[in-house]
């Protein structure tokens, strides 16, 4: 059974910074192109960034909004893929969920940015 | 900056047919788009329904099918049930590298 955890979401301040993660399992993790994408709250879903297997190249693509502050990793050792947020602006606050291209969620971890 | 673009709200009746929409404001959307849709219940994460225009997950229900229609992609059910309804978005690769989600379509099942 496929899944997807992410975790290490909470509350930071405007300008600061904060890593979340998301551990697979049930699927060949190092095979699969991830992405993140996040969900402000009552709003629609927006397209966060990507990145490609290393058999691919690993390459990472990004939004406007997360180019510059935001930079996608994975680690296919532990099945983990992760989004490093710096320079946090209030408008980050969301809901961060990672997918996978074969069409699995995870169930989201809120990440908070207020003073 | 691509916008892409999504009925805000429609509305069916149980057993009816519906299509749903998406358009790019970069110009017709081609399967090199890789048009993506998911659907949305209140309170719960996403569920991915359609990749790659057409193509269906093994959860897909087979009332729901994906589609190019008149230059946009496009989501139709068939026999639509009260479970149906939801948010849904498409999500388009048009330039290749960065993806868009349309703003979402909220179907009423009356």
């Known amino acids: 059974e496929v899944d997807l955890v992410e975790s290490g979401g909470g509350l930071v301040k405007p300008g600061g910074s904060l890593r979340i993660s998301c551990v697979a399992s049930?699927?060949?993790?190092?095979?699969?192109?991830m992405s993140w994408v996040r969900q402000a709250p009552g709003k629609g879903l927006e397209w966060v960034g990507r990145i490609k297997t290393k058999s691919d190249g690993g390459t990472t693509d990004y939004a406007a909004p997360a180019k510059g502050r935001f930079t996608i990793s994975r680690d296919d050792s532990k099945n983990t893929l992760y989004l490093q947020m710096n320079s946090l602006k209030t408008e980050d606050t969301a809901v961060y969920y990672c997918?996978?291209?074969?069409?699995?969620w995870g169930q989201g971890t809120l990440v908070t940015v207020s003073s | 900056q691509t916008v892409v673009t999504q009925e805000p709200s429609l509305t069916v009746s149980p057993g009816g047919t519906v299509t749903l929409t998406c358009a790019s404001s970069t110009g017709a959307v081609t399967s090199g788009c890789s048009p993506n849709w998911f659907q949305q219940k209140l309170g719960q994460a996403p569920r991915a329904l359609i990749y790659s225009t057409n193509k269906k997950h093994s959860w897909t229900p087979a009332r729901f099918s994906g589609s190019l229609l008149g230059g946009k992609a496009a989501l139709t059910l068939s026999g639509v049930q009260p479970e149906d309804e939801a948010e849904y978005y498409c999500l388009l690769y048009c330039g290749g590298t960065q993806g868009v989600f349309g703003g979402g379509t909220k179907l009423t099942v009356l």
């Open positions: 997918i996978t291209t074969l069409g699995y």
């Open positions: 049930g699927f060949t993790f190092s095979k699969a192109w």
